[in-house]
């Protein structure tokens, strides 16, 4: 696939979609749980156990969107509540105290343990709050014991990150220093973390933390110099968590694409008084290499008509990266929830004529899908299989999660997520 033509940066759309009439839906959603998150949240928190109380339901799905890990020690596990429990026949309280005990004793390397709700343990009104501060007390000083939900009732997937994070920056140290530091919230794979870490030094500002850190016990500290950069679009929760502590959040799109980790490095450069021209400077030859690598995907993805059903939080920003720098037309954006507070760079370069929606009521959407008839359907794995049975081509949003995605690197990658199955449907036609 070489010899195709370079890509030139789409220039962002004047109107953008700040003011377009926004679709509500409220009705029957198909989408994942925050148990989800658990899968990247145990990989990036290497020295954390997400201890689930919850169904033998919410034991699947983590076993089989996690896989079973044989060569390590497992760093999540499902408390699960049998009937006696849900009938509240039984002291549930006794139970996990006890099962957490059991684990502490055997797992010395725990030394941060998430307790993570669920339906089940909602539905039975389980304090996990008052559990995580009783637990805290009786483990003072070997571990510390948070709490977060990642129940499925009114929640999408990526929410649980959200949450946990949230629970982190109640932990989070107060700042004392008083020179401004930078802190980049959301999980990133550790490869694009170190790229990220080298950009923002040779740029100039040495001072740059991320959440979540490698290890919960090494968490940053939040103040009033506290600069808060987003690399995720679905953690306004712990933004507005941070922004409580004290911290300001710097306005800016999202590192996806070459254009977008551009702007996202220039919006951080502006907030430390750090002229465009040397983050250009710095980000030249990282950019140049994404612009070409990016070449190769343009040909397949230009004048394809793509739309996002509502499922990842990501929508927005992927489809700002796919009509802008590989030329795809979005003909329906659906998101979970619409925060202006931290999509509204987002918005601005997204095009005008894009139709929005937020929330969904999924048959109504399959309809309009199925007149629409895009070349491409972003969706959950439950809708996949359906569309594909009425010849529509479709991509699993939750591997947008699993996946490293972020920065210039990961821009060819990002884009060849989108052309496989375009790419897989023109084979199978020949
Ligand atoms: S938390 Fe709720 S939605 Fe998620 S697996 Fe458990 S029961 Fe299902």
């Not at 995720?232 to 306005?251: E, M, N, V």
């Amino acid at each position: 696939m070489n010899g195709f033509p370079a890509i030139q940066p789409g220039p962002p759309v004047a109107t953008g979609c700040v003011d377009t009439e926004v679709l509500r839906e409220r009705g029957q959603r198909e989408v994942f749980c925050g148990l989800t998150g658990i899968v990247w949240l145990h990989r990036k928190i290497q020295d954390a156990f997400f201890l689930v109380v919850g169904s033998r339901t919410c034991a699947h799905l983590l076993q089989s969107a996690a896989g079973v890990m044989i060569f390590a020690e497992p760093r999540f596990a499902t408390a699960i509540l049998e009937e006696r429990d849900l009938a509240g026949m039984a002291d549930c309280n006794e139970e996990l105290d006890r099962l957490v005990h059991q684990l502490l004793a055997r797992r010395p390397d725990i030394r941060t343990l998430f307790l993570v709700g669920s339906c089940p343990s909602e539905v039975i009104k389980l304090d996990l709050a008052k559990a995580a501060e009783r637990l805290s007390l009786s483990h003072h000083g070997r571990v510390r014991v948070l709490n977060y939900t990642g129940s499925g009732i009114e929640t999408t997937f990526t929410q649980g990150e959200d949450q946990c994070l949230q629970a982190l920056v109640a932990e989070m140290p107060a700042q004392s220093a008083t020179e401004p530091s930078l802190l980049v919230v959301g999980t990133l794979a550790d490869v694009v973390e170190d790229q990220f870490s080298r950009l923002f030094e040779a740029m100039g500002i040495d001072r740059v933390a991320f959440l979540p850190p490698r290890s919960a016990t090494a968490l940053p500290p939040v103040g009033e110099d506290t600069r808060v950069l987003l690399a995720q679009p679905f953690l306004g929760d712990t933004a507005r968590a941070l922004l409580r502590r004290g911290a300001s959040l710097i306005d800016a799109p999202y590192p996806f694409g070459v254009e977008g980790t551009l702007a996202w490095l220039r919006a951080a450069g502006r907030d430390f008084g750090i002229a465009g021209e040397r983050v250009d400077t710095v980000a030249a030859a990282p950019a140049a290499r994404a612009r070409k690598a990016l070449e190769r995907y343009r040909p397949v993805l230009a004048g394809r008509r793509i739309t996002f059903l509502p499922d990842s939080q990501l929508e927005i920003p992927l489809a700002r990266f796919l009509a802008t720098e590989c030329g795809m037309r979005p003909v329906e954006v659906g998101t979970p929830y619409l925060d202006r507070q931290v999509l509204g760079g987002e918005l601005e370069l997204l095009g005008g004529d894009t139709r929005l929606s937020e929330g969904q009521d999924v048959d109504l959407q399959l309809d309009r899908v199925r007149v629409d008839r895009p070349d491409l359907t972003v969706c959950g794995l439950g809708l996949a299989n359906p569309l594909e049975a009425e010849g529509l081509r479709t991509k699993w949003s939750i591997e947008l999660v699993f996946t490293p995605v972020h920065g210039f690197e990961q821009a060819a990658d990002l884009a060849e997520l989108f052309a496989r199955p375009l790419i897989r449907n023109e084979r199978l036609a020949v």
